[in-house]
């Protein structure tokens, strides 16, 4: 996409003007000794005393010839010399002015994502708040250091340094407009992973809700969404499921993101949160598109345990019973495989290389029948702990332990060989199995998951994780 800025001087046609003035000092210097050449030749055909000029103008043509071209030679150098300088200055400020950026960004960990197709940009496209041409690269460069001026003549900010955020901008991808948020706040993008009816939506859902409610990292830190529609279809689900009716299951192979901002006290910091439909994981084709997987701060990987042959045959009588549960159908292991074939070929990784995001292993649905005790809270306080042993550790060792035997070492051998850093939680998402009943769900342990992601890549998470209710 062309630029509609108006090219600085000192980018394009300050180079045109030194060579024209140059160009035009010669040319003249070799018209004026051509001419005094020309008039020494006229006042040889002359007559007597016409012919006594002879002498002076072929003195003068060869004084212009010599003397003149070096006076324009050493001229010329000096008007390059002190251009040259002035150019210098020019780009050491372009430099500085575009170094000062990238560390602002870097520093404050701007990156800049589209939360419709999950493209990550370079840079959005800034709209002229005059006349609305949209401007690809409103960066340092050769429309401006400063600032470019649009084809309207509009001054527009050329960088973040200048409020640059004020105008209006879209995804160059999809053409999607970006909230102000999209590109200046530090953003943390969590993808909830898992196979159709594991529980993906409810969990986002109330996930959300808990944020929003109970986590904070200051006394003057709100949260908002930064979509309008995001919000209302939240109030909508939220309203539902306050009157004891589950979300609608997910449709959407390729959503668009959960955003929500954490704002005041001078900082910024965006929640992506992506719940594609559990059919996506079905088939690895339809995960190619699912360009968040290329960014994760962690992924929370959402099991129902209903769905392991071995929970089934345990509670067969009681999952008669229940309708409302709805086991998932979908293969943990050939979900966390394709997961894993995506995160390949995203990060370019080897068979033996691993990933470094944190990824959470999340068996939902604790609330059934007697998994608590096996899984939940109520089997970690009872586990006898070991030295030195955190509650997080011995939370892990007492769920790893259960899905071992459950059948699925092999899973826990994959999901531990191809990252860095696992942990295991169980959780309700809803707090008990739907039914007829109209009173509110009431979710167990859905924040911890995702605070132990945002412990792990940002710092300031601590105090939130640790300090909240």
């Not at 108006?6 to 000092?25: C, M, N, P, Q, W």
């Not at 200051?218 to 930064?226: C, D, K, N, V, Y």
């Not at 939940?376 to 899905?403: F, T, W």
């Not at 860095?420 to 167990?444: I, N, Q, W």
Request: glycine share 6%; proline share 6%.
């Amino acid at each position: 996409m062309p630029s509609p800025a108006v090219k600085s001087y000192f980018f394009g046609k300050g180079y045109k003007d030194l060579r024209d003035t140059i160009a035009e000092a010669w040319q003249r210097t070799l018209l004026s000794s051509r001419d005094s050449f020309r008039r020494c030749g006229e006042a040889a055909e002359d007559e007597w005393p016409q012919k006594l000029l002879l002498a002076f103008w072929l003195a003068s043509g060869l004084s212009i010839f010599v003397f003149g071209l070096a006076v324009t030679a050493v001229l010329s150098l000096i008007h390059i010399l002190i251009l040259g300088v002035v150019f210098l200055v020019i780009y050491l400020a372009f430099m500085v002015v575009r170094g000062m950026e990238q560390a602002v960004l870097l520093v404050r960990r701007f990156i800049f994502v589209c939360p419709s197709c999950h493209a990550r940009l370079p840079l959005p496209v800034y709209l002229c708040d005059g006349c609305g041409a949209a401007h690809p690269r409103l960066i340092p460069s050769e429309f401006g250091i400063m600032r470019h001026r649009c084809r309207c003549g509009r001054p527009l900010p050329a960088t973040v340094l200048l409020n640059r955020g004020r105008l209006k901008s879209k995804c160059p991808e999809c053409g999607a407009l970006l909230a102000r948020e999209h590109m200046e706040a530090k953003k943390h993008f969590i993808p909830i992973v898992g196979g159709p009816s594991v529980g993906k939506s409810v969990y986002m859902f109330e996930l959300c809700r808990k944020m929003r409610e109970t986590v904070s990292l200051g006394p003057s830190m709100t949260w908002r969404f930064l979509d309008a529609n995001t919000e209302r279809l939240y109030n909508q689900v939220i309203s539902r499921m306050d009157s004891g009716q589950p979300p609608d299951k997910t449709s959407a192979v390729l959503p668009r993101a959960f955003d929500l901002l954490l704002e005041g006290a001078g900082q910024r910091q965006a929640l992506y949160l992506y719940d594609p439909a559990g059919e996506a994981f079905l088939d690895a084709a339809n995960l190619t598109a699912h360009k968040f997987l290329g960014y994760p701060s962690g992924i929370v990987f959402i099991i129902d345990p209903f769905s392991l042959q071995a929970v089934r045959e345990q509670y067969r009588t009681q999952l008669a019973g229940t309708p409302g549960l709805r086991p998932s159908t979908a293969s943990i292991e050939d979900t966390l495989t394709r997961l894993i074939n995506v995160l390949e070929a995203q990060f370019g990784l080897g068979a033996r290389d691993r990933v470094k995001a944190p990824i959470a292993v999340v068996i939902n649905k604790v609330d059934a029948f007697d998994l608590d005790t096996q899984i939940g809270e109520a089997a970690v306080q009872k586990a006898a702990a070991q030295p030195d042993e955190s509650v997080e550790q011995r939370r892990n060792r007492v769920i790893r332990a259960s899905l071992i035997k459950w059948g699925q070492a092999n899973f826990v051998q994959r999901v531990e060989g191809r990252f860095t850093t696992v942990a295991y939680f169980s959780v309700s998402a809803l707090g008990r199995s739907p039914d007829r009943m109209t009173r509110a769900f009431e979710p167990r342990n859905v924040l911890d998951p995702a605070l132990w992601i945002l412990r792990h890549c940002d710092q300031s998470w601590q105090r939130a994780a640790s300090g909240r209710p």
